[in-house]
């Protein structure tokens, strides 16, 4: 069974900087896309970082310049670099990967998300 694991979350001052990193279950790859989900309460889960196992990362306007999203094979994780922090990267932060099964289907894959806080 497939499973992501977050960790890194917690409280930093404005500027401050935090890495999150996801521990995933087999190897990552397996995983055509692994990446970041952020989500604020009342809002939908917006795409943070995305880093395929083919092609460039991708990230939202918000974070582009901050954010660093990389695949570590060795520890078999996808870590998610934040600098200059701000109060508005707040929330739960989740990773997901998305896998293509031999029929052609894709399947997305989500971790319990851990909470981001940004404030002095």
């Known amino acids: 069974q497939v499973q992501l694991v977050e960790s890194g979350g917690g409280l930093v001052q404005p500027g401050g900087s935090l890495r999150l990193s996801c521990a995933v279950s087999?190897?990552?790859?397996?995983?055509?896309?692994l990446g970041w989900y952020r989500q604020v309460p009342g809002n939908q889960r917006e795409l943070v970082a995305s880093a395929p196992r083919y092609g460039s990362r991708r990230y939202s306007d918000s974070v582009q310049g901050r954010f660093t999203a990389s695949r570590d094979a060795a520890k078999n994780t996808v870590d998610l670099q934040m600098n200059n922090l701000k109060p508005e990267d707040t929330g739960v932060y989740y990773c997901?990967?998305?896998?293509?099964?031999?029929?052609?289907?894709?399947?997305?894959?989500w971790g319990q998300g851990t909470q981001v806080t940004v404030s002095s």
């Open positions: 087999g190897s990552i790859f397996s995983f055509d896309v």
């Open positions: 997901y990967g998305e896998q293509t099964m031999p029929t052609g289907s894709t399947v997305n894959y």
